[in-house]
């Protein structure tokens, strides 16, 4: 779990720093030869000395609450002494509002969750609308550029045709941080005096005593649906 949220958090924060967007080719183009101010840390924790603000303009599927609220968020906050100001938007019709956010050439500092396809980020990168980000990886983000090394597929995946890349990958690498899984209640278990489950028909069993044997203490039959 550690090494899952490091890395999340490693993925979330590279992108506070170097995954803005210009307003302009000029503005663009100035940032990425710029580099970082002096209020910037290039190792360690906060990113920043003196607090900053971005804008994140995000999709948001519908079971999830406003990212202000999310306690991740509030956290790598801390951590990083960047401020988030969320753009929430719903997941229906996102991609129309993020076409007018393209069209209105005011970008926000960064685009989350915001699945940038080839052909967006070559024509908007090409406008100077998005920064290219590769060589700022290869000096800012060694934890990302190991994985490269590791995983060839994943850069050549996110490398745009024009040979650049505009956006970063979300990555989990242990099966097990994914969230297509199941759960096994322990108290129950330990109240009815069961194993943890490990093949099919041991799964059936611990289903079974769930719903004939009130683990819940509730003195009814359990409902499966």
């Not at 229906?92 to 393209?102: C, P, T």
């Not at 069209?103 to 990168?125: M, N, Q, R, T, W």
Request: net charge negative; with cysteine; charged share 30%.
């Amino acid at each position: 779990m550690n090494k899952i949220l490091s890395l999340v958090l490693f993925l979330v924060l590279v992108t506070l720093i170097i995954a803005g967007c210009s307003k302009a080719q000029e503005t663009s183009e100035r940032n990425a030869s710029e580099g970082p101010s002096d209020n910037f840390n290039k190792e360690g924790m906060p990113i920043v000395d003196e607090e900053i603000e971005l804008k994140f303009f995000a999709r948001r599927s519908p079971v999830n609450g406003p990212y202000k609220d999310m306690s991740v968020f509030k956290e790598f906050e801390k951590l990083s002494n960047i401020k988030i100001e969320w753009n929430d938007v719903p997941q229906d019709g996102f991609d129309e509002r993020k076409n007018l956010e393209y069209a209105a050439k005011k970008l926000p500092d960064a685009f989350y969750k915001a699945e940038i396809s080839h052909a967006e980020a070559v024509k908007y990168g090409s406008s100077g609308l998005f920064i290219p980000l590769e060589d700022l990886l290869e000096e800012y983000a060694p934890n990302l550029t190991a994985l490269f090394e590791q995983y060839p597929e994943i850069k050549s995946s996110i490398t745009a045709p024009d040979g650049h890349i505009y956006a970063l990958p979300a990555i989990v690498e242990l099966d097990a941080a994914r969230t297509e899984k199941f759960w096994v209640n322990k108290d129950w278990l330990d109240k009815l005096g069961l194993e943890e489950p490990t093949k099919p028909e041991e799964l059936v069993d611990v289903l079974t005593a769930f719903k004939n044997d009130d683990p819940n203490g509730n003195a009814s039959k359990m409902k499966f649906h």
